[in-house]
């Protein structure tokens, strides 16, 4: 069997292949955060900008900063919870 013949058998294997790659869903590891999603201060809320998504708002214990899912037209993102001046909403860290 030639190497011609070969490759156009593996074709369509390497094509399922990429195409079913594509299906998989990403997770988000995000140190077990997800068990406090939505419940973030009132002091937190007060700050936040309008137009973020405070229901899917959560902690993470990385940055000590407050991050939302975004929801786009393709994924979901996680995007820093921002205060109505701009700057990411965090806790204050202790040396």
């Known amino acids: 069997m030639s190497e011609v013949d070969m490759q156009k058998r593996n ?4 094509a399922a292949t ?3 790659a594509g299906c998989a869903v990403p ?3 995000d ?3 997800r068990n406090e999603v939505g419940s973030v201060p009132e002091a ?3 700050l936040a900008a309008p137009g973020q998504d405070l229901t899917t708002a959560r ?3 990385e940055d000590g900063c407050y991050w939302y899912e975004h929801s ?3 994924e979901n993102t996680l995007v ?3 205060s109505t001046g701009g700057n990411p909403i965090c806790t204050s860290r202790q040396s």
């Open 11 to 14: 074709a369509p294997i390497i």
């Open 31 to 33: 140190g077990g955060a």
């Open 18 to 20: 990429l195409v079913l």
């Open 44 to 46: 937190v809320i007060a």
């Open 59 to 61: 902690l993470r214990p």
């Open 72 to 74: 786009g037209p393709v």
């Open 80 to 82: 820093p919870l921002r």
């Open 27 to 29: 997770t988000l590891d």
